[in-house]
């Protein structure tokens, strides 16, 4: 069993190969069923592009969350939620130097480590996400990428995504009841590395530029521009250097 912590807390479906894990996700299944690989082929991440990982090397997962019970507006919470429990499962093995970037990255001092992706799924969504596990340097898909290897943490790559997935899906459960709630949007806040920085944002009809200074009622970023604050709900962000 590659992931004996996490089958702890929930149903973990353990996949050889896989082009992308939310192709294997089942509607039916259980809450908090979790569909895990640490060799997947055909990632998605966010507009489209193609997340693609060594194999044996990262951990790729995706798990159904029920939200039959949840206001539309809380679920809007879940990609920032998901990110923070992320971040709070990579926390344990970095020093604590994990942090969000809106909408959807954990950092580790700067540097992505891992990526979250939601999908909305019939009453249900589909979180996934991916985590550089042992990636040496050469082998990063970016030059401000890192992985838990390059940042200090020991342990083979099986040992590591079973570390990741058990705090990550119990850390997920437990803040599932606060979505929406003004206490995550304060541990949100708290672990969000872009609030304060000088931004530049991607949108589909041009750019923004600006100082992200807070989040809406919602989860959007919200950036002064000038005298204005505008909320940018989606598009992509970049931390002006």
């Not at 996949?15 to 895990?36: C, K, P």
């Not at 920032?80 to 990579?90: E, I, K, P, Q, T």
């Not at 390059?150 to 997920?172: F, I, K, N």
């Amino acid at each position: 069993m590659l992931f004996p912590g996490a089958a702890r807390i929930a149903k973990v479906v353990e996949l050889d190969s896989v082009g992308s894990t939310f192709d294997a996700v089942d509607e039916r299944a259980a809450h908090l069923t979790t569909w895990a690989t640490l060799d997947q082929r055909a990632g998605r991440g966010r507009l489209g592009r193609e997340w693609v990982s060594p194999a044996g090397k990262c951990l790729s997962a995706t798990v159904l969350v029920h939200t039959r019970r949840m206001r539309d507006d809380a679920i809007g919470w879940m990609p920032l939620a998901a990110g923070l429990a992320l971040a709070d499962a990579l926390d344990t093995l970095v020093g604590d130097r994990a942090g969000l970037k809106w909408p959807n990255d954990v950092l580790v001092d700067g540097r992505k480590i891992a990526g979250v992706l939601c999908e909305r799924r019939g009453s249900a969504v589909a979180v996934g996400f991916g985590v550089n596990l042992t990636l040496e340097r050469e082998e990063l898909p970016t030059p401000h990428a890192t992985s838990l290897t390059l940042e200090g943490a020991e342990g083979t790559a099986p040992v590591l995504a079973d570390a990741v997935l058990w705090h990550m899906l119990r850390s997920l459960d437990a803040l599932l009841p606060a979505l929406g709630g003004e206490g995550l949007r304060a541990a949100v806040l708290a672990s969000l590395t872009t609030i304060g920085r000088d931004v530049r944002v991607e949108l589909p009809d041009g750019e923004l530029l600006g100082r992200a200074v807070g989040l809406g009622s919602g989860g959007e970023l919200q950036v002064q521009r000038g005298d204005e604050i505008v909320d940018v709900r989606a598009g992509d962000v970049v931390h002006v250097r």
